[in-house]
């Protein structure tokens, strides 16, 4: 299957610093690709639509000034959650669409906030 | 996005075949399933993808009746490294929102030696 990787795996910082998790779509170019939030023994919540060109749609709830998401070209997403605090801490997990439809997703980046 | 519903969980033993069903009763026309298993720490992976009738893949095998208001994924001789949660995830394949889908609970498999 197609590969899509996240860095870093895992991450912690200090509350109020800012974090960037990168997302690539290492064997296949992806127009969209998805960022999703998962907290333990919970399903995975879309937050946003990252569209290559143009502007990220955010779901309902998830702040654009706070998960800043930029789609640099057709294998890069990159997600920056500003101003980080210890309820932003959670389980980020990319994807990236592949023109079959089908989204591939990557191993998912442990965002630790103290 | 069409919503989903599957068992929150279901226990199994080495080596039987399982049958874990996803209702997805406003599924629309354009609208393909995708069965994704996924570790704890870990994306999810993908299993199989289906529009209508049976795919099989060496994996697993896809169900789709002709309603297509549901689908079963069938895992064949299961083995303990088939613990995980399995998503079924309905989504548009072109167009407006294509891929964008959402989350149901999933299924937890157990399966015991």
């Known amino acids: 299957g197609a590969v899509v990787s996240q860095h870093p795996s895992r991450v912690i910082c200090k509350s109020g610093t800012s974090v960037k998790i990168e997302c690539r779509s290492l064997?296949?170019?992806?127009?969209?690709m998805f960022w999703y939030r998962q907290f333990p023994k919970k399903s995975l919540m879309l937050m946003a639509t990252?569209?290559?060109?143009?502007?990220?749609?955010?779901e309902q709830g998830v702040e654009k000034d706070k998960f800043l998401i930029n789609h640099a070209s057709l294998t890069l997403s990159t997600l920056t959650v500003t101003s980080a605090h210890p309820e932003d801490s959670s389980f980020y997990i990319c994807?990236?669409?592949?023109?079959?439809?089908?989204?591939?997703f990557g191993p998912g980046t442990r965002l630790l906030v103290l | 996005l069409a919503k989903t519903t599957q068992p929150i969980s279901m226990d199994s033993y080495e080596g039987q075949e399982v049958n874990i069903t996803c209702s997805h009763n406003?599924?629309?026309?354009?609208?393909?399933i995708t069965w994704y298993q996924q570790f704890p720490s870990q994306g999810p992976r993908f299993i199989i993808q289906?529009?209508?009738t049976k795919v099989t893949n060496e994996v697993a095998s896809l169900f789709i009746p002709a309603d297509r208001k549901s689908s079963t994924l069938s895992l064949p001789r299961v083995s303990l490294s088939d613990t995980a949660v399995y998503y079924c995830?309905?989504?548009?394949?072109?167009?407006?929102?294509?891929?964008?889908?959402?989350f149901g609970d999933g299924t937890t498999l157990t399966v015991k030696p």
């Open positions: 995830l309905v989504a548009r394949a072109r167009n407006t929102n294509a891929g964008k889908s959402t």
């Open positions: 406003n599924i629309a026309t354009n609208d393909y």
């Open positions: 289906g529009y209508k």
């Open positions: 994807s990236a669409l592949m023109e079959s439809g089908t989204q591939y």
């Open positions: 990252s569209n290559e060109g143009s502007k990220a749609t955010y």
């Open positions: 064997d296949f170019q992806a127009t969209t």
